[in-house]
């Protein structure tokens, strides 16, 4: 059984269409998403049409959240200054370009998702089992907080989303697994990430998928949109950065 596990797409039309195509070509018994379908890209509305079009599972990312209840927040954890601006900026825009029945979409998807393939049981958060929507679940997580989250839960397999950085980590006995994200990469490598799990006679191999696609079509997007042009540096980049006054620093 081949599944494939993508989120973080952030109305980044383009990356979704490229990874789709690519879990295509491969083959795969079924595609999850691990949510944020919305959210700093050009193109909400499409982006939950083609999830739905796909009937492709998803659960709630924080952003689909922030959305589906016209927010004034996404509870992301931004700097002060430059950085909030772009965020608010980027979620009254998003608020304001998605259709009353989007918005009732995001307002239904489920925050956690649980499913069992050849006695392997998975369970599917965006954030962690103990904060579905909020919580980064980093490769730089404290390991007392890291088992913490593992031994809350019952099933083998933790798979999130939220931090846009591709994970595979083993901690006590369970597998956490990060795909990345499709739209808005923060690990300084631009092309969408998504992840393919196979699972085979009680064994499990995960693997990183990285695509390329047109981001240059998806920052003329946010220009013509007159979105901020940090977004479409970071596309660019595939990383954050700190944009306070007379300072750049990347984050990864
Ligand atoms: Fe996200």
């Known amino acids: 059984m081949r599944l494939a596990f993508l989120g973080d797409v952030h109305a980044n039309l383009e990356a979704l269409n490229a990874v789709l195509e690519d879990i295509g070509k491969k083959g795969v018994d079924e595609i999850f998403c691990l949510g944020d379908l919305v959210g700093y890209g050009p193109d909400p509305e499409n982006v939950v049409q083609e999830i739905k079009k796909k009937n492709i599972k ?19 954890s931004y700097s002060p200054g ?13 608020i304001e370009h998605t259709s009353q029945e989007t918005k009732d979409f995001l307002k239904k998807l489920p925050r956690r998702l649980s499913f069992e393939v050849e006695n392997v049981k998975f369970l599917l958060v965006h954030g962690s089992p103990l904060d579905e929507l909020l919580e980064y679940v980093t490769p730089q997580i404290d390991p007392d907080r890291l088992q913490k989250i593992a031994q809350s839960t019952s099933e083998d397999i933790i798979v999130n989303g939220h931090t846009h950085i591709p994970m595979v980590k083993w901690v006590f006995g369970k597998l956490v697994l990060n795909p990345g994200s499709v739209g808005r990469p923060k690990d300084a490598d631009p092309r969408a990430s998504y992840m393919i799990v196979e699972v085979k006679k009680g064994t499990v191999q995960a693997q990183i998928v990285r695509v390329p696609y047109d981001v240059k079509r998806t920052i003329e997007k946010i220009a013509k949109n007159n979105l901020p042009m940090e977004l479409a540096t970071v596309l660019a980049l595939g990383q954050t950065f700190d944009m306070g006054p007379g300072k750049v620093n990347f984050f990864l």
């Open 58 to 76: 998803t659960i709630m990312g924080n952003y689909d959240d922030a959305v589906g209840y016209s927010k004034q927040s996404c509870g992301c």
């Open 82 to 94: 430059r950085e909030t601006e772009v965020g608010d900026v980027s979620l009254n825009w998003t």
